[in-house]
């Protein structure tokens, strides 16, 4: 008779191809049996029978500003708040941290704080700036995930953006590396110079900021990263689209056959620009949020499949940073990695039908397929790591900011209603979270994408 390490029992699956009852048998960090009804002794056994089964989320944007503005979040809490939300892994972007992740010595940085004090497995992307196109091989040989550029303003003096000479050689070389290059797509000329011409006449509210980032940077600077990865054969990856219009500029060109994908952020899909003007800087972010009818769109590219991936973008700050009479001097960010999920099952699955398997799709499974983690990443499957969220689906409760797990307890979500609450998280078989406390130690590993970049077909 077999001996498991864990099963977990009669929980409801959720995979990208279906949903079913089964047990769950773990062996060494692994899954190594699932079926309807497993026989044979374990050391530890979950009882998952009323709980849904969700492959770990995989947040593919998040900013933990490690090392260097660790006042701002850190790795520890804000892999605590994934963990509370049913993530098993992340990848963190090259800023805020100090310094930036742009050469092979902040790299090693930011490994050593990562390894030292994550509750999840990780990766980490490198930069893309103006003056490192040298390092973009040290930084690939160390394992980055992609390289990560703005077009516009990042709003940190020490991660400039790139001008089109940098963007456009960058992705020649990222392309012979295997690499993929991820932009911030906002035309930078036209949102500046409508912002300085607000706050020169003394405009400096919510619609003023909002005025001065419209939909047409984004689409602007979209199609302009398109074009440059068309003539280089770079693959291309569009964070945080806030428009319906902005996908369909991606899912046009993919069809056209360039190696183009994007993410949009729960923020996009849940809050609208009337909701930045009565919660202030707490709902500020760039691109900012839209109206109704771009909202309307992306749910429609997200059930539709054109658009494939949600990320939560959790850009962190103090309290402080957000209190300023000036909006545009407001930090512009959102705290919610750890909503990710709940927000898509409330919004998504309970209020607008959205079913499970694309959920599951959209937080992990191709997140571990575009960004190439290997193939024991983002599935549950025999083979793969015992990475699960476990989730009563009927649970309701409000958000309350004593429930977050943030530096700074403050988010556009609480005194949210709440439907689907994440009860326990696994990472590779051992708990990390269980009924709203984190399990320590800390033990999250670095996770190296593979060197090739997949056929689009692949994706």
Not at 19 to 48: F, T, Y
Not at 75 to 87: H, M, N, R, T, V
Request: aromatic share 8%.
């Amino acid at each position: 008779m077999k001996t498991y390490d864990l099963v977990i029992r009669g929980g409801t699956l959720v995979t990208v191809n279906g949903i079913r009852r089964a047990d769950v048998a773990v062996v060494d960090e692994r899954i190594v049996a699932i079926s309807p009804e497993l026989s044979g002794g374990a050391q530890a056994v979950i009882d998952a029978y009323n709980l849904h089964i969700f492959p770990g989320v995989i947040d593919a944007h998040v900013h933990f500003n490690e090392p260097g503005r660790t006042f701002w979040e850190g790795i520890a809490s804000g892999s605590s708040a994934l963990a509370a939300g049913g993530a098993t892994a992340f990848f963190d972007m090259p800023l805020n941290a100090h310094p930036p992740t742009i050469d092979a010595a902040s790299f090693a940085e930011k490994l050593a704080a990562a390894e030292a004090s994550s509750y999840v497995d990780f990766g980490l992307w490198g930069g893309l700036v103006p003056g490192n196109i040298e390092q973009l091989d040290e930084l690939a040989e160390r394992g980055v995930v992609g390289f990560k550029a703005f077009m516009s303003n990042s709003g940190i003096e020490d991660f400039q953006a790139v001008d089109d000479a940098t963007l456009y050689q960058g992705m020649q070389r990222s392309a012979q590396l295997g690499r993929l290059v991820a932009v911030h797509a906002e035309n930078d000329q036209l949102t500046a110079a409508l912002a300085q011409e607000a706050r020169t006449q003394g405009r400096v509210g919510v619609q003023d900021y909002l005025a001065s980032r419209p939909v047409v940077a984004e689409l602007e600077a979209i199609e302009r990263a398109i074009t440059f990865a068309r003539e280089t054969g770079c693959a291309l990856h569009i964070v945080h689209v806030s428009s319906g219009r902005g996908v369909r500029l991606v899912a046009s060109a993919r069809a056209q056959g360039v190696d183009v994908s994007c993410e949009t952020c729960p923020h996009y899909l849940v809050l609208t620009e009337e909701d930045m003007v009565e919660l202030g800087a707490l709902a500020k972010c760039a691109p900012p949020l839209r109206a109704v009818d771009e909202q309307a769109a992306l749910w429609q590219h997200l059930f539709s499949g054109t658009l494939p991936m949600v990320s939560s973008d959790h850009s962190p700050a103090p309290f402080e940073m957000k209190e300023r009479p000036d909006f545009f001097e407001a930090w512009g960010g959102i705290s919610g990695c750890q909503s990710l999920l709940a927000l898509l099952l409330t919004e998504g699955y309970h209020r607008r039908h959205m079913p499970l398997s694309l959920i599951a799709a959209a937080t992990s499974e191709f997140v571990a397929r575009r960004f190439q983690l290997p193939p024991y990443k983002g599935r549950l499957e025999v083979g793969a790591d015992a990475d699960f969220a476990l989730i009563d689906l009927s649970a309701t409760y409000q958000l309350q900011s004593h429930d977050l797990f943030y530096r700074h307890a403050h988010s556009p979500y609480v005194g949210r209603d709440f439907r689907g609450r994440v009860v326990r998280t696994l990472v590779r078989g051992r708990t990390v979270f269980l009924d709203g406390k984190i399990m320590g130690p800390p033990g999250g590993h670095f996770l190296q994408p593979f060197p090739l970049i997949p056929s689009l077909e692949s994706i």
